[in-house]
């Protein structure tokens, strides 16, 4: 089981009952065996540099940090306790030809991913990881698509 805790401001074309649903079906998907409980920070572009300074040493905006806490043992379910940071101002910057959704969906896509041990640091990790990430964007619950 996943549970999302959202703060900061989401665009009202994005549900927060959509998230919950969107990270449930990619992390039930990629660690059965895992719950996580996931605090999502919608921030903008002086608070992400900031974020991304003190835990990256990077002094520079990103669109999405993740970090993935250790798991706990609850007698046969692990529980991991997870936060996601996205900058809803680099997300729009970013988006290119995409909606503005289509790119926060990508972001988040990217974010859940981490949290389930992927990473894309080593070119085979890369393209494992773009490949997932491309799977999940075709295989969004019909709900969900309104959404996207």
């Known amino acids: 089981m996943t549970s999302l805790e959202i703060q900061g401001d ?4 994005i549900k927060a009952d959509l998230l919950q649903e969107f990270a449930e079906y990619i992390l039930s998907r990629e660690a059965a065996d895992t719950d996580y409980q996931i605090s999502l920070l919608l921030t903008d572009s002086a608070q992400m540099r900031e974020y991304n300074r003190k835990f990256r040493g990077v002094d520079g905006c990103t669109d999405v940090l993740s970090f993935e806490g250790e798991a706990l043992d609850l ?12 900058d809803t101002n680099q997300v729009f910057r970013q988006k290119g030809k995409n909606t503005y959704n289509e790119e926060f969906w990508q972001v988040l896509i990217h974010a859940l991913l981490h949290l389930a041990g992927y990473d894309h ?3 085979a990790d890369k393209k494992k ?7 999940y964007r075709k295989q969004i619950p019909g709900e969900l698509k309104r959404g996207y």
């Not at 989401?10 to 074309?13: A, G, K, R």
């Not at 007698?75 to 996205?86: A, E, P, S, Y």
């Open 75 to 86: 007698g046969g379910r692990n529980l991991r306790l997870c936060d996601i940071i996205i």
């Open 121 to 123: 640091v080593k070119p």
């Open 129 to 135: 990881m773009e490949d997932a990430e491309e799977n």
């Open 10 to 13: 989401l665009p009202d074309s």
